[in-house]
Structure formats: structure tokens, C-alpha cells
């Protein structure tokens, strides 16, 4: 990581994460990574996160030492096969007040380092499966559902902004049911 951050800085990227989803790392071995933190510190001089999975973000204690609390938020939002907007909506919301409020105590904004669905029946259910997983395609799920996101997020002060996964530099072909947002009419 310490040669990336040198890369990073040697380019002048804006923003840099010291890891993604490593969560027995990050919750069973905090010191080690404040210690690393502080060595990306004197190598990377751009604002520093950490892509905590959505269902380990509450557990990490080192979030003090970055400068964006980082939430890969495949959060569970609907079980139908076709998530309606409204109850999505409704879904969100104690989501989005338990984020928000830990923004708060942590005094840092959330960045939104991961979200996105399939465009696949359920992809509301467990957002987080594999596009490798085989489902039948549903365009409206993914459609309902990046609005709902966007609906309860994109406006809040407290959200640095984010980013969609995934976006590829050559599209796959037309019919697939990947994340990707591509072609598709979401």
C-alpha cells in the first residue's frame, strides 16, 4: 500500500484508500492499522479513507485517523423481485439516520465508496452478489433502486459524495446483468 500511496501522490490523485473490505483485519487489529495510516501520512499528503464493507463500518475504531468515514453500501433494501420506490424509500431511512448519526459522532462526512445492483430480479435482497452469479435480468429493479439511493443520498451534507460500481473502459455486450449502469435504461 505504501508504493501505491507513492503513486498516488506522485500523480496528485485526490483521494486515496488505504484498503477495502478487509474485515477481520480492520476490526481485530486497529493499532496496526493506525500505524499504517501514519505511514501513508508522510508519503500521501491528499485526504485518506478506508472502504469498509456496510455491515462492518460500526466496528472500526480508527476512523478518527481518516478523513472520510468510507461505506461500501450494499445495504439489504428490498426483498421483492421488483423493488417498489416507496417501500425502498422506507427502507432506507433507518439506514440512512444510523449513518448519519455516525457521521456525527465520528465527525467525519461518509463517502460512499461502493454501491450499485445488478439489473436482476431481487437485486434489492443481497446487493453485494456477484454478477458472475447467474439471475434472471429485471431492468426496473436496478432502475428502482439506483433512484431510491440517490433519492436518500444525494443530497445530504453530510455524504461526501461516492462512487458507482462498476463502470467498465469497454462495456459489455447489450443484455447483460452486470452492475454496470451501460446501455441500460437505469
Known amino acids: 500500500i505504501l508504493k501505491l500511496a507513492k503513486i498516488a501522490e506522485d500523480l496528485e490523485v485526490d483521494l486515496f484508500s488505504v484498503g477495502t473490505e478487509l474485515k477481520q483485519s480492520s476490526i481485530k487489529r486497529p493499532e496496526f492499522w493506525r500505524q499504517l495510516i501514519q505511514k501513508v501520512r508522510k508519503i500521501y499528503k491528499g485526504p485518506?479513507?478506508?472502504?469498509?464493507?456496510?455491515?462492518?463500518?460500526?466496528?472500526?475504531i480508527f476512523w478518527e485517523d481518516l478523513d472520510y468515514i468510507g461505506v461500501?453500501?450494499?445495504?439489504?433494501?428490498s426483498r421483492k423481485e421488483?423493488?417498489?420506490l416507496r417501500k425502498t424509500l422506507k427502507n432506507w431511512r433507518p439506514i440512512k439516520r444510523q449513518l448519519k448519526k455516525f457521521s456525527a459522532t465520528i465527525n467525519r462526512?461518509?463517502?460512499?465508496?461502493?454501491?450499485?445492483y445488478r439489473n436482476v430480479n431481487y437485486a434489492?435482497?443481497?446487493?453485494?452478489?456477484?454478477?458472475?452469479?447467474?439471475a434472471v435480468m429485471n431492468n426496473q429493479a436496478q432502475v428502482n433502486l439506483y433512484h431510491a439511493f440517490f433519492k436518500t443520498f444525494w443530497a445530504e451534507p453530510w455524504v461526501a459524495g461516492g462512487f458507482a460500481w462498476k463502470w467498465f473502459a469497454h462495456p459489455k455486450k447489450k443484455g447483460n446483468?452486470?452492475?454496470?449502469?451501460?446501455?441500460?435504461?437505469?
Open 109 to 116: 462526512p461518509i463517502l460512499l465508496t461502493e454501491f450499485g
Open 82 to 84: 421488483t423493488p417498489n
Open 177 to 186: 446483468t452486470s452492475f454496470s449502469l451501460q446501455g441500460k435504461p437505469a
Open 48 to 60: 485518506l479513507t478506508y472502504a469498509a464493507n456496510w455491515d462492518e463500518y460500526q466496528k472500526i
Open 124 to 134: 434489492g435482497k443481497r446487493p453485494w452478489t456477484h454478477d458472475k452469479e447467474p
Open 72 to 77: 461500501d453500501t450494499y445495504f439489504p433494501v
